[in-house]
């Protein structure tokens, strides 16, 4: 039921939102987005004392054609079911200083969005995961389409066409594994258990990972990203690459991994070259970028492809490392995102060239500045380390060639991040920005939980690595047991 209740509440609350004035909505929105986190802390201790009947249900929806309203939650699941309602809160909290237009619909978006999210992490039916998927799409297109920046039309469009043709494609996945099914289901137990014949593997496996190797993104699928990330407004950017990418890695971990075993082996060291290839290639067009905001949204492309990478490695490392990084990324990123915001809302710009000093008037804020910064290129001790460090190794064991090109990733992540801060923070005091201020306390809340986070992972990984241990092993065991069968 708790599976349920995680998405049901969002939802109806996302709705009611459509009909409240600005104030009433946005405190609404903000109080279910709390409810929701205390609800899936709920559930990690329901999972950690094993009363698996709390966290899955299903119900028929439409039996017809069997289809279930079957939704669950296992430890991969609850890891991102965290995220999600984690970072929901904080995102709503940081729109509350601005003054966006129709901002009861804004906050209606985004809380209908938190509750698509966690119903693609929470599905246990091929036909409700296919509706999820696509209704997380409605909420983030209007976001960029009403409240992003010039030229959203063209770059919200763009987006808006890579995701709906991935989409299409996965679904013509979904119906041929249907086609197969003894009974006419489309749960993913039944699917799971289907002897797929080889041919059969090769086209499902193409159609899943169009669909999610677009919405990670990973190289070459990547072009609508920068603009998108750019364009639309910092909230909608958070919820794009600190919870919607994994949308696409998660898919590829419950969906393309134990069903199609034979395609992931035979094919995975060319996805894990074009992995490569995008980190090197994103991390130099970081290097050169001379706006922060843009530079981001290429790291993340980077930080990306060392997780696309490490799921097809096939073995559990990598894959645990995949999963603690998708975490770590979701907090990183979103924390990245909002220190850009908090400069730039500051000075007017995120022209490096034309910031610097910034330490002198916001001592705080280059503190917390440099906190998410380590974590983002992977300092021991926090939560960045943990999942690029298993993620390295796991790919070491698979190739050690494309493991040590992949680890470039650390050289370039502090090359990158290291001169954006000594170009916006360190050197003399600019005259210019002698009115800019210090972190206020509703910034302070955002910014601690997230420093929290960062640090707590980084020194006790063991709890979230205990919790994703168990349904990583199953996934990498059956993996090999469906290509030893070949």
């Known amino acids: 039921m708790i599976a349920a209740l ?3 509440f969002p939802l109806v609350t996302g709705l009611i939102c459509f009909a409240l004035p600005g104030k009433r909505a946005s405190r609404l929105a903000l109080e279910s987005s709390i409810l929701t986190l205390l609800v899936s802390l709920y559930a990690f201790y329901a999972f950690l004392n094993g009363q698996q009947e709390q966290l899955e249900v299903s119900y028929p929806w439409i039996p017809s054609i069997g289809i279930n309203f079957h939704v669950g939650i296992d430890g991969i699941s609850l890891l991102l079911v965290f995220l999600t309602a984690f970072l929901t809160p904080l995102i709503l909290l940081s729109s509350q200083s601005k003054a966006y237009s129709q901002s009861s619909n804004f906050n209606a978006l985004v809380i209908l969005m938190q509750a698509a999210l966690i119903g693609v992490f929470t599905a246990k039916d091929a036909f409700v995961f296919y509706v999820f998927w696509e209704l997380a799409l409605i909420p983030i297109y209007f976001i960029s389409l009403i409240w992003g920046g010039e030229n959203r039309k063209s770059v919200t469009f763009k987006f808006f066409i890579y995701t709906t043709v991935g989409s299409l494609l996965m679904l013509a996945s979904i119906l041929i594994l249907y086609t197969l099914t003894p009974t006419g289901s489309f749960d993913i137990s039944t699917f799971y258990a289907l002897p797929l014949p080889l041919s059969y593997q090769y086209i499902i496996f193409i159609g899943f990972f169009l669909a999610f190797a677009i919405k990670m993104p990973i190289f070459p699928f990547h072009t609508w990203q920068p603009d998108t990330y750019v364009t639309a407004p910092t909230e909608g950017t958070m919820l794009l690459s600190g919870i919607m990418l994994k949308m696409g890695i998660y898919g590829v971990i419950r969906w393309i991994l134990p069903l199609t075993p034979i395609p992931v082996v035979e094919w995975g060291w060319i996805i894990i070259l074009f992995a490569v290839i995008g980190i090197i290639y994103a991390s130099i067009i970081a290097l050169k970028q001379p706006n922060f905001k843009r530079m981001v949204a290429y790291v993340s492309i980077a930080h990306v492809g060392l997780m696309a990478a490490g799921l097809f490695a096939c073995n559990e490392i990598a894959l645990q490392g995949v999963v603690i990084q998708m ?3 979701g907090i990183n990123v979103v924390g990245m995102f909002y220190i850009v915001d908090l400069i730039t809302r500051r000075t007017g710009t995120d022209v490096l060239d034309q910031l610097g000093g910034l330490r002198n008037q916001a001592p705080l804020l ?7 910064l380590m974590a983002n290129i992977a300092l021991p001790l926090t939560n960045g380390f943990v999942g ?11 190739n050690v060639w494309m493991a040590a090109i992949a680890a470039l990733t650390i050289i ?7 001169n954006g801060y000594q170009k916006m923070m360190l050197g003399a005091k600019k005259d210019i920005y002698n009115h800019v201020t210090d972190l ?11 420093t929290i986070m960062i640090i707590g992972m980084g020194v006790y990984p063991k709890f979230f690595l205990d919790i994703s241990a168990g349904p990583v092993k199953e996934i990498v ?3 090999h047991q469906g290509y030893s069968l070949k």
Do not use: R, S
């Not at 280059?366 to 998410?372: D, E, K, Q, V, Y």
């Not at 370039?412 to 290291?418: D, N, Q, S, T, W």
């Not at 206020?440 to 997230?450: A, M, N, Y």
């Open 366 to 372: 280059a503190t917390f500045f440099l906190i998410i």
């Open 6 to 8: 995680l998405i049901l």
């Open 327 to 329: 975490l770590a990324h």
């Open 388 to 398: 690029e460090y298993l993620l390295i190794i796991g790919l070491f064991q698979h």
């Open 412 to 418: 370039f992540g502090a090359a990158y991040m290291l």
């Open 477 to 479: 065991n059956a993996l």
């Open 440 to 450: 206020t306390t509703k910034e302070l809340v955002i910014l601690v939980p997230i």
